[in-house]
């Protein structure tokens, strides 16, 4: 339906009925108060890095450098929830990374802009995204504070996705994956094909370091492990990692962050180059793999 609304009617409305869309089915899911998930904090020093839950399982997730108390928002759809943080933290915001164009993730970027004093830099790789003012590509790097950003381009999802990977030197690094990774899941193939999310998953996400920490864009990791326990069932780590992920959920604890090292353990997604998940799947290549466990999830109600 929304896809039909989006080819006949004018953007500002568009964005007026999704936003409607989404707050509605976030109110009916979370109550008129609260999240889906409480806030938490992850420092990985001097990145440190905080989870605002927003809607109904998406991420926001505010980054700040420590030294020089410069922030980065990534996928701000709840403006004033990331005001407050920013506020509370005592840190000049500069810059709003965002993932991709669609509303529950850049949908919050014009009135964020229109709030917040200072100038922000509106950093994506599609031209769709709302205030966009700064277009990266493969291989774009900038900074914040003392934090190095490298963006990756993962198009499949949206013909405009970037991830962006975070660095500072002989720390932990993180990287932000929109709606491409999920904690051992992926995003559907809305814009791309098979080849594209092999491209974006098992030749660029695959290959930065093992622990690397995973921040994606939406809370779907007790289901994407539900379906991994089909398509990759003699995975031991698969049906601990779900065990555990039942358990957070109960706890109302987000599932974030994974790594890049565990994920390469337990998502169905990133384990297509191996013999177990294409046998399982009925294929002989990687693609094919890939195209059949994206086929099968779209199809599974759990
Ligand atoms: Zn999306």
């Known amino acids: 339906m929304l896809k039909f609304v989006h080819a006949h009617i004018p953007n500002c409305i568009v964005n007026s009925a999704t936003a409607t869309y989404f707050k509605a089915r976030a109110c009916l899911n979370n109550g008129f108060r609260g999240h889906h998930s409480n806030q938490a904090t992850v420092n990985l020093k001097p990145m440190k890095i905080q989870i605002l ?18 922030s980065a928002v990534v996928d701000p759809v709840e403006p004033d929830t990331v005001l407050q943080a920013v506020s509370a933290e005592g840190s000049r915001l500069t810059k709003i990374l965002t993932t991709h164009h669609h509303w529950d993730h850049a949908g919050g970027n014009e009135q964020l802009v229109k709030k917040y004093p200072g100038p922000l830099q509106i950093i994506g ?43 500072t030197p002989n720390q932990v690094p993180a990287v932000f994956t929109g709606d491409t990774l999920f904690v051992a899941g992926c995003g559907r193939f809305f814009e791309g094909t098979p080849e594209q999310m092999y491209t974006a998953l098992v030749e660029k996400l695959s290959r930065l370091p093992d622990d690397t920490r995973v921040f994606c864009g939406h809370e779907y990791t007790v289901q994407n492990l539900k379906f ?60 094919a793999a890939m195209q059949t466990i994206r086929k099968q999830k779209d199809n599974f109600t759990g």
Not at 240 to 251: G, L, M, P, Q, Y
């Open 125 to 167: 790789g599609d031209q769709r995204i709302g205030a966009l003012n700064t277009l990266v590509k493969d291989g774009d790097s900038f900074n914040i504070g003392n934090i190095k950003v490298d963006c990756i381009y993962t198009p499949c999802h949206t013909t405009g996705h970037i991830c962006y990977y975070l660095s």
């Open 228 to 287: 991994a326990q089909t398509v990759d069932s003699n995975n031991p780590q698969v049906h601990r990692k779900f065990e555990w992920a039942v358990d957070k959920r109960s706890k109302g604890e987000p599932t974030i962050p994974s790594s890049i090292g565990e994920e390469k353990a337990t998502n169905p997604f990133m384990r297509v180059t191996l013999p177990e998940i294409q046998t399982q799947a009925g294929c002989n290549s990687p693609i």
């Open 53 to 70: 839950p927003a809607l109904t399982d998406n991420y926001m997730y505010l980054i700040t450098d420590e030294t020089t108390k410069e």
